[in-house]
């Protein structure tokens, strides 16, 4: 027996146990989390100090969330076919030295693509982190806490990022906020390193990759955020937005032919089909909407057309960060009490309530935002553990790695159309420069329009994701139910 086999069996008996590997994993969620927050309270200075258009603005942010998105399904794959740990560690490497470059940008274009590297590497690093967490413990009580930890760490940096990036901005320049990811890598990287051990030859398969597939779906994801950008910047006059329109349709069409075909699929359809799945992506991908599409309105509403400065303005968020960070007992009570199935629907139902309090009533004051704030952050506390749960318990035990990458691609394809949307609306209907200092009425009352048009629209579409959630989700309960019934005659 080898000493790698070996050490595979021997699993930690506690999480203090394994708190080395715990902790290199919680980075890895942290820089997730931490990344698609931190940055948005900066955008107005990035805009002012790079002299930023409002497509770039929106792409500094939506680079990421696209190529994250849009490559994570593919190094899944790569991971269970060359290992997962080693995926990590390299993914890892390549994130430090992306963060260490924003410190040499000087264009809105260099820091796109800054960006759009960073994305490589969370696709590199996300997918491995719950695949290597259930990997640790040979138990599921000791998994379920160790997911519970791992998660919370998350959650902590996306309620703390908008806040400590407003302190940040005020004594040191924006480029800070990327480079913090430097030591969160290196802790990663130590930890993973160290605590967990090399993979199984055994644990890994030799199929072949589904490289035509890879192609075809990060194709398809791209050329879908690029068309709402396409037809503002160029109008529907020109052939440019139809174009990616068709290639976008195109490439889907194609997408679905060739892994309804291939003999190694990238993506199994009929497992996305089961009830469970299918619901659990649906749960997730309208919590991504909501908070992406909020995250960037809320930060742009309070500095750009009330006038807060980023201190101030990180203050705002402080109702997201006190139910994150502190609602953790009582989301898990409330899971406790009415189940996974009912806490997945009614938490993303808080989601979508949120974001419509926002769209409707922002205009008239702080209050209605914080409102708006209080039921998306109530509704990610409980929804950001049992959906994804609900999706790895839907399928078979042997294909819980693709289904975490599922779990993550639908959240990041969600953030990414969410700040298309929101970017594509406030170009649309805004004149000007949105990093102006100084706006006038027209310019607040056309911002005001596009929120309440903006957050409008992400609500429609979170609110039919949860209608798709909830009809898929009774196709369980009412399986269930048949089973009893068969079983009790």
Same mark, same amino acid.
């Given at each position: 027996m080898s000493?790698?086999?070996? @050490?595979?069996?021997?699993?930690?008996?506690? #999480?203090?146990?394994? /708190?080395?590997? #715990?902790?290199?994993?919680?980075?890895v969620f942290l820089f997730e989390m931490l990344d698609n927050s931190i940055l948005n309270v900066a955008l107005p200075t990035i805009g002012r100090e790079l002299n930023a258009s409002t497509t770039s603005l929106q792409w500094v942010t939506g680079a990421y969330a696209v190529v994250f998105g849009g490559l994570m399904l593919l190094f899944g794959a790569i991971a269970d076919r060359f290992g997962r740990r080693r995926i990590m560690l390299i993914g890892l490497v390549l994130l430090a030295t992306a963060s260490l470059a924003t410190a040499f940008v000087t264009t809105s274009q260099e820091l796109i693509a800054v960006r759009a590297v960073m994305g490589i590497a969370a696709a590199m690093t996300t997918p491995g982190s719950i695949a290597l967490a259930f990997r640790l413990f040979a138990g599921d009580t000791l998994r379920v806490r160790a997911m519970t930890l791992i998660s919370t760490v998350g959650l902590v940096g996306l309620a703390i990022g908008p806040t400590v990036g407003g302190f940040v901005l005020a004594i040191a320049p924006w480029q800070v906020l990327l480079l913090v990811n430097v030591p969160i890598a290196v802790l990663a990287f130590i930890g993973i390193r160290v605590g967990i051990a090399r993979d199984d030859a055994a644990d890994l398969h030799r199929d072949p990759i589904d490289i035509a597939g890879a192609a075809l779906g990060t194709a398809t994801i791209v050329l879908a955020l690029v068309t709402p950008t396409l037809f503002v910047n160029s109008g529907a006059?020109? /052939?440019?937005? /139809? @174009?990616?329109?068709?290639?976008?349709?195109?490439?889907?069409?194609?997408?679905?032919?060739?892994?309804r075909s291939a003999r190694f699929p990238l993506i199994?359809?009929? #497992?996305?089909?089961?009830?469970?799945?299918?619901?659990?992506?649906?749960?997730?991908?309208?919590?991504?909407?909501? !908070?992406?599409?909020?995250?960037?309105?809320?930060? #742009?509403?309070?500095?750009?057309?009330w006038g807060w400065p980023p201190y101030l303005a990180s203050v705002g968020m402080l109702p997201q960060v006190i139910v994150l960070i502190f609602g953790g007992p009582l989301a898990n009570r409330f899971i406790e009490r009415v189940g996974l199935d009912r806490a997945a629907w009614t938490s993303a139902i808080s989601v979508v309530a949120g974001l419509a309090v926002y769209g409707l009533f922002s205009s008239f004051g702080y209050v209605w935002v914080a409102i708006g704030l209080v039921l998306v952050a109530a509704g990610i506390r409980v929804n950001g553990v049992v959906a994804g749960t609900n999706v790895l318990r839907g399928l078979p035990k042997n294909r819980t790695s693709i289904g975490a990458a599922l779990v993550d691609t639908a959240s990041e394809v969600a953030t990414g159309t969410g700040i298309a949307v929101t970017g594509t609306v406030l170009a649309a209907l805004f004149t000007g420069t949105i990093a102006s200092s100084h706006w006038s009425a027209v310019h607040s009352?056309?911002?005001?329009?596009?929120?309440?048009?903006?957050?409008?629209?992400? @609500?429609? *579409?979170?609110?039919?994701? !949860?209608?798709?959630?909830? *009809?898929?989700?009774?196709? !369980?309960?009412?399986? !269930?139910?048949?089973?009893q019934d068969t079983s009790a005659v």
């Open positions: 000493s790698q086999h070996t @050490t595979a069996i021997v699993s930690p008996r506690s #999480l203090r146990e394994a /708190w080395i590997a #715990l902790a290199g994993l919680s980075a006059g020109s /052939w440019a937005p /139809w @174009t990616a329109a068709a290639l976008a349709i195109t490439s889907a069409t194609f997408f679905v032919l060739r892994e199994d359809l009929g #497992l996305i089909a089961r009830p469970l799945v299918s619901s659990g992506l649906a749960y997730k991908a309208a919590t991504g909407l909501a !908070v992406a599409g909020m995250g960037y309105m809320v930060t #742009l509403q309070l500095q750009l057309a009352a056309q911002f005001q329009d596009a929120v309440t048009i903006a957050g409008l629209s992400l @609500t429609a *579409v979170a609110a039919a994701l !949860v209608a798709f959630g909830i *009809v898929r989700s009774r196709l !369980v309960d009412s399986t !269930v139910a048949m089973e």
